[in-house]
């Protein structure tokens, strides 16, 4: 409730005074917008792009080529349903669904990289985690923390109806109940990371719904390519072991 309030309070000053703080800064999110406003955990983040304009990036992000498999180029598209989104989408759903509870930002890398720098208000969750067996325990209370119902002895009849669609029965499998789940916008290191786009086939897989999944395709090297803010998480544990 506490950083509720103080992020209204900080975006209200925000819209505010917008005019004069975009007036007073040369590399801006949009013109309109200087910074955003994220939560990360129990921090808010002020998520802006940095000002030093011969700013380059290094390290693993400013390399260019990978052996293929497995660094190939992703295609745009990666599951029918599924909306490929870019980084001012990626700001969008911050201050959207993942202020509102209704989301999360989900780093699928390993937590190693995810412990060396993510995206603010990213939640760790690695794709392993989504490609565990379908009776696997932890897999189980991942996708009930995602706000996923299990369903036990499901009438064999009411079941039939569902699925010839005369009862809600779309966001809904023999085994689970997903029509209440978190919208999930899933990203790993860049267009040519197979990991958020095998951690959204595994949700596809078990009957997420497409529509409540998001694909952040160009990842930390594209976050990083334009100076975007990044945070080094104190928190280390993983959404999955929490």
Avoid at 12 to 38: D, L, W, Y
Avoid at 127 to 142: G, I, M, Q, R, S
Wanted: charged share 20%.
């Amino acid at each position: 409730m506490k950083n509720s309030i103080v992020f209204c309070v900080l975006m209200c000053a925000s819209s505010i005074s917008v005019s004069a703080q975009a007036a007073n800064v040369e590399v801006k999110i949009t013109e309109e917008n200087a910074h955003a406003m994220v939560n990360h955990g129990d921090e808010l983040i002020k998520a802006e792009r940095i000002q030093d304009t011969s700013d380059t990036i290094d390290g693993a992000f400013a390399g260019t080529s990978g052996p293929c498999p497995p660094f190939c180029v992703k295609p745009q598209n990666i599951e029918q349903g599924v909306a490929t989104v870019a980084e001012l989408e990626v700001i969008r759903f911050t201050e959207t669904a993942l202020h509102s509870g209704k989301g999360l930002l989900v780093d699928v890398r390993a937590p190693g990289s995810y412990r060396k720098e993510t995206i603010p208000g990213s939640t760790n969750i690695p794709f392993t985690e989504f490609e565990k067996p379908a009776n696997d325990p932890d897999l189980v209370v991942l996708l009930q923390r995602l706000g996923a119902k299990q369903r036990s002895d499901v009438n064999v009849v009411m079941r039939s109806l569902e699925k010839a669609g005369l009862f809600d029965g779309e966001d809904k499998t023999d085994n689970w109940d997903f029509s209440e789940v978190k919208s999930l916008l899933l990203w790993c290191d860049g267009p040519w990371c197979e990991q958020s786009p095998r951690a959204i086939s595994a949700l596809i897989s078990m009957g997420y719904p497409a529509d409540k999944l998001y694909y952040y395709r160009g990842g930390m090297q594209m976050w990083q390519s334009l100076g975007l803010s990044t945070v080094v998480p104190t928190d280390l544990s993983t959404f999955a072991s929490n």
